[in-house]
Each structure stands twice: as C-alpha cells, then as structure tokens.
C-alpha cells in the first residue's frame, strides 16, 4: 500500500476544521489548581469529516454518550496539534477536545490519523 493513497480524497473532500489551543495556568500554588485560557486563534486543519450514528459511536467508543460524534480523519503531522486542542469547531458545532477530558480516541492508519470526536 502507498502512503498517499488518501490525497486525492482530501483534495477532492477535504474540510476546513478549526482547533482551538489553551495555556492552563496554576491559580492555586497550595491545591495545584489549574485554569485554562482559551486562544482566540484557532489553528486550521484540512480534514474528512464523516458523521456518526449513535450507535456506531457507541460501538467504536463503549460508554461515552453522544448524540452528535464526528469521524475525522486528518494527516499524522496534525497529532501533536490534536493534543493540544481544548476545542475543535466542525460546520460551527464545538467538540471537545483531547486536552479537556482526554476522550477522544486516535487511530493511525498509514500516514493518516482517524479521530473520533464528541459533542461538548
């Protein structure tokens, strides 16, 4: 298999994704509590987007309720972007992201990543 397969279909059904980063600062040296701040820049990602039926979310990710799940699949250079996401904006809908909860599941496929993402 070649690693490119999947250009011509982010180039012919790519969408623009938007991934909003944070800084968490410690308020509370004593207690070690954090508060996040929100960037106003998101960062722009070319991505596939797919929806999901509840229960194909349920199958993929046992225990976690959504009524609105996302399949993203996006290049493997993005990951480190991904894990910084506090918020990621589909078609003006918010889903969280991995540094809020750490629930969204990534699995690599090639040179390509695919993303399960959840509604907040």
């Known amino acids: 298999m070649r690693n490119n397969e999947f250009k011509p279909l982010f180039d012919l059904h790519g969408e ?8 968490e600062v410690e308020v509370d040296p004593i207690s070690h509590d954090t508060e996040v701040t929100l960037f106003d820049n998101p960062v722009y990602l070319t991505a596939i987007v797919t929806d999901l039926t509840s229960t194909q979310a349920k199958w993929k990710a046992p225990g976690i309720d959504s009524s609105r799940a996302k ?10 972007i ?9 078609d003006g809908n918010d889903y969280v992201g991995w540094r809020e909860n750490g ?18």
Do not use: C, F, P, W
Not at 16 to 23: A, C, E, F, M
Not at 103 to 120: A, C, D, P
């Open 16 to 23: 623009t994704i938007r991934v909003y980063l944070g800084k």
């Open 103 to 120: 629930k969204l599941q990534i699995r690599k496929y090639m040179n390509y990543l695919e993303i399960l993402v959840y509604n907040t």
């Open 82 to 90: 991904i894990e910084l996401s506090q918020k990621i904006t589909i």
């Open 71 to 80: 399949q993203v699949l996006i290049k493997v250079n993005d990951r480190a």
